[in-house]
């Protein structure tokens, strides 16, 4: 068990609908990380919050948005969903540097019908 | 420039055997390298990582070797058990930065 908790563990919706995913980091830690896996891409990250504030931005598309609130926990809005973003969802907390180990969540399986 | 290659897509070793799973990469500013660990419904977990100023890292059965000129990297899991059976992903990241750059995975079986 890392001590990053995430849900739901499984989400089915439709398309064109919005979805929030939550995350909860280590406790003390204050990066949190959130990658999306899918079968065709690999893991690929979205987007990084430290202590309340965005850090660093990835491969994150325009309909989808995060914040980390001030007890730390983060989430991940998706909005507009497409069948193709059927994915594994994960999150992972840090220390302070990005080279402190990621401890990864057990991820959020959203499908997208 | 920000890619990372990973070989082979998947595995199959026999007990006891070596596994190897190589990497490699193009920006020559990436200076950690780690490699996550998969099992099927959980999350990647670290499994061991290095810093371009050694050549190799051992940790019990897994050694990471690192050749800096080649821009390449490789995992190796000596006398491989079934329960390593897993996917395992190298990484790529800029100490002090933001965020890590994955390869796509490598899907390794481990065979009685």
């Known amino acids: 068990d890392s001590g990053v908790t995430q849900t739901p563990k499984h989400l089915i919706t439709a398309t064109g609908q919005r979805v929030t995913l939550r995350c909860s980091p280590r406790s003390g830690d204050l990066s949190v990380y959130w990658y999306q896996q899918s079968l065709d891409q690999g893991l690929q990250f979205l987007i990084q919050y430290y202590n309340g504030e965005e850090r660093a931005k990835g491969n994150i598309l325009e309909r989808f948005s995060a914040q980390q609130f001030p007890d730390l926990h983060s989430e991940l809005n998706l909005s507009s969903l497409e069948l193709g973003d059927s994915a594994l969802y994960f999150c992972?907390?840090?220390?302070?540097?990005?080279?402190?180990?990621?401890?990864f969540g057990p991820g959020t399986r959203l499908t997208v019908l | 420039q920000q890619q990372v290659k990973q070989s082979p897509q998947s595995l199959i070793v026999q007990k006891g055997g070596i596994s190897i799973i190589n990497c490699a990469y193009e920006?020559?500013?990436?200076?950690?390298f780690p490699w996550y660990q998969q099992f099927p419904g959980k999350g990647p977990a670290l499994l061991i990582a290095?810093?371009?100023?050694?050549s190799e890292k051992k940790e019990g059965r897994f050694t990471i070797s690192f050749n800096k000129s080649a821009k390449q990297f490789s995992l190796h899991i000596m006398d491989s058990q079934p329960g390593d059976s897993a996917t395992y992903f190298c990484a790529a990241g800029v100490r002090g930065g933001n965020k890590l750059t994955f390869g796509t995975g490598t899907q390794l079986k481990v065979e009685l």
């Open positions: 992972a907390s840090s220390g302070r540097s990005m080279t402190d180990t990621q401890y």
């Open positions: 920006n020559t500013a990436f200076d950690y």
């Open positions: 290095i810093r371009p100023d050694v």
